[in-house]
């Protein structure tokens, strides 16, 4: 268990709907980062949060955001879902903001019909 | 660009069968490589950090070992429960601002079979 959590652990959803994943770091850590991976493309790094402000960006699409709050939790949102978005979705949170030893959750699975 | 490419892409092993994972980068300011396990459905799990060349780190049947252009990770005498895919990352700057990003590669899946 890396002490970082992910909810929900699936999800199945439409095209066109929206939807919000949600991931709490471990305790201590500063960092969020957020990953897609899919069963050809590997782990894409979308975007980092370090204590409550953007520190990094990968690729992530115009249609995705993210945020981390006070209390360090963070919240990625996907909306106007296409077939293509449906992949595992990580969380990883570190203390520092270097990228160095990430702590990864275990995965939201999102399948959009 | 930047990239980072493992080989290779998948390896059967007998169990005991000693073995080495490549990993070979092409980027500009290195600031770290690290080496992950991943098994199927589950969140990738941090095994080692390297920082230069001639950097080694071991634990238990698997030593990581870095040079200027790739990092190799050793599997001496692996075991059924090895099985896993082995993922690279490295660690490099974004832009000017001190800002860094990881890049990961696709990674290496390893059978190690009874």
């Known amino acids: 268990d890396s002490g970082v959590t992910q909810t929900p652990k699936h999800l199945i959803t439409a095209t066109g709907q929206r939807v919000t994943l949600r991931c709490s770091p471990r305790s201590g850590d500063l960092s969020v980062y957020w990953y897609q991976q899919s069963l050809d493309q590997g782990l894409q790094f979308l975007i980092q949060y370090y204590n409550g402000e953007e520190r990094a960006k990968g690729n992530i699409l115009e249609r995705f955001s993210a945020q981390q709050f006070p209390d360090l939790h963070s919240e990625l949102n996907l909306s106007s879902l296409e077939l293509g978005d449906s992949a595992l979705y990580f969380c990883a949170s570190s203390v520092g903001h270097s990228g160095r030893g990430q702590f990864f959750g275990p995965g939201t699975r999102l399948t959009v019909l | 660009e930047d990239q980072v490419t493992q080989s290779p892409e998948a390896l059967r092993l007998q169990e005991g069968e000693s073995s080495s994972l490549n990993c070979s980068y092409t980027v500009s300011g290195l600031r770290g490589l690290f080496w992950y396990r991943q098994d199927p459905g589950k969140g990738p799990e941090f095994l080692f950090t390297l920082y230069s060349a001639g950097e080694e780190k071991e634990k238990e049947r698997l030593k990581a070992t870095l040079t200027k252009k790739e990092s190799f990770l050793h599997i001496t005498a692996p075991k059924p429960e090895d099985s896993a895919t082995y993922l690279c990352?490295?660690?490099?700057?974004?832009?000017?601002?001190?800002?860094?990003?990881?890049?990961f590669g696709i990674g290496t899946k390893l059978q190690v079979i009874p």
């Open positions: 990352a490295v660690q490099i700057p974004l832009n000017s601002g001190g800002y860094q990003k990881v890049t």
